[in-house]
């Protein structure tokens, strides 16, 4: 059975830092592209950034700059390191594995950006 568990995230004040990470057990097969999305209260989950078996990235133009992932395929992980946070980036933070066929979530990590 694949689990992902995240964990990093918390409360930070506007333009600190924060870093998730993303670790997955079980066997998965070919994997295509790891991610992170997130969902606001009322609003629709998004793309946030995605990093393809090949180590391609792409990023939501809202935190281009700000984001990086990164991946430790020893580790079975997937890092988000999110700089200069803004109260727009509050919100629960999910990691998702594409493996072709299936897709894999997370049960989510909170992100609060706040004074």
């Known amino acids: 059975q694949v689990q992902l568990v995240e964990s990093g995230g918390g409360l930070v004040q506007p333009g600190g830092s924060l870093r998730l990470s993303c670790a997955y057990s079980?066997?998965?097969?070919?994997?295509?592209?790891m991610g992170w999305y997130r969902q606001a209260p009322g609003k629709q989950r998004e793309l946030v950034a995605n990093?393809?078996?090949?180590?391609?990235?792409n990023y939501a133009d809202s935190v281009k700059g700000r984001f990086t992932i990164s991946r430790a395929n020893a580790k079975n992980t997937v890092y988000l390191q999110m700089n200069s946070l803004k109260p727009e980036d509050t919100a629960a933070y999910f990691c998702?594995?594409?493996?072709?066929?299936?897709?894999?979530w997370g049960q989510g990590t909170q992100v609060t950006v706040s004074s």
């Open positions: 998702n594995i594409d493996a072709g066929s299936v897709g894999y």
């Open positions: 990093i393809t078996s090949g180590g391609s990235t």
């Open positions: 079980g066997r998965i097969f070919s994997i295509k592209v």
